[in-house]
């Protein structure tokens, strides 16, 4: 990505297609008892007008998914709901949602190639709000950029393919990657994953309730939000010129400088190159107790061992 390509971006906002991603739907009289039991989120407060972001977690309080939900009635009614989530987890969470249904009025159903996904973010939401769109399609408000957004859903039987004013930019899929970790988003499988509890991903305040009731693995992100202990944080960080002769970034590991040999206490999960800045940017998780400002040693297991220092700053 260009700096004027980011610029731009910032400035007028853009559209993603997230067709790619994994779409379910939940119909029956116990579909929302029945999700809100899966959920980390408040299912009802998803509507036809707004999405919410939730994680699905185990019995232990570990990630399985995290997913997009929203409701298909109007004014708040949820005659039916409907999930997506990254393209890798379609077969994992479509297996994980069906498992707890027994005697539940609930059906479950993979809908991906009946819809496209546009999410169009920033000031581009302006743009959306007034598209002419075919009928049977969906239009509403859902942050997944860390700023206010609107994702379109089209059925994949539409006649007419979307167009799009040309004065909002078409975001690829390497400048939303690039943007998700200037933003500090977390993503599957980079940070979320089935070894992360919600909280160490910074998702406490966003995708999690606490007064919703129970759900799978409630009782220990209960106890994770009343004591404030957890093994480890996602950070964010940003280093300059790389040595020609570092490892892969897969391979990079933080280390405290303080002790003698380092001592690893962290990894890398994404990593990108500013657009104005022209450095590296990056997310990554650090053992609990590091604090904003604190400087850390970056390298590899393996020789060679130690190649930078970072700053590391709260997402």
């Known amino acids: 990505m260009t700096p004027e390509q980011y610029q731009r971006l910032e400035t007028q906002g853009g559209v993603a297609d997230l067709s790619s991603r994994a779409k379910f739907t939940l119909s029956g009289t116990d579909r929302v008892r029945y999700l809100n039991g899966q959920v980390t989120n408040e299912v009802r407060n998803a509507s036809g007008q707004a999405a919410i ?21 109007e004014n708040g009614a949820q005659d039916l709901l409907f999930l997506d989530a990254e393209e890798g987890l379609r077969e994992h969470l479509a297996a994980r949602l069906e498992r707890y249904i027994v005697a539940d009025d609930v059906e479950f159903r993979d809908v991906t190639e009946d819809w496209s996904l546009w999410h169009f973010f920033g000031p581009a939401v302006e743009v959306a709000k007034k598209l002419q769109l075919p009928e049977g399609s969906a239009r509403l408000d859902a942050t997944r950029l860390g700023v206010p957004g609107v994702d379109v859903w089209l059925p994949s039987t539409s006649d007419t393919a979307p167009t799009f004013p040309a004065d909002v930019p078409a975001v690829s899929a390497e400048e939303w990657e690039t943007l998700r970790i200037l933003k500090a988003v977390p993503r599957w499988p980079n940070e979320i ?40 944080r996602l950070v964010t960080f940003q280093l300059g010129d790389v040595p020609v002769d570092a490892p892969a970034p897969e391979l990079w590991t933080l280390f405290d400088g303080t002790q003698e040999p380092p001592k690893a206490v962290g990894n890398v999960t994404s990593i990108a190159r500013h657009p104005v800045l022209d450095r590296l940017v990056g997310l990554a998780y650090v053992r609990a107790g590091l604090e904003a400002g604190d400087s850390l040693l970056l390298g590899s297991e393996e020789p060679p061992r130690i190649f930078a220092k970072v700053d590391i700053s709260p997402t």
């Open 53 to 73: 972001y939730a994680c699905v977690t185990n019995a232990k309080g570990r990630i399985e998914g995290d997913v997009f939900i929203h409701g298909s009635g």
């Open 193 to 232: 994953s089935n070894e992360a509890f919600p909280q160490e991903a910074g998702l406490e305040g966003r995708a999690m309730s606490f007064t919703k009731g129970c759900y799978i693995g409630q009782e220990i992100l209960s106890r994770i939000k009343l004591t404030g202990k957890m093994p480890r």
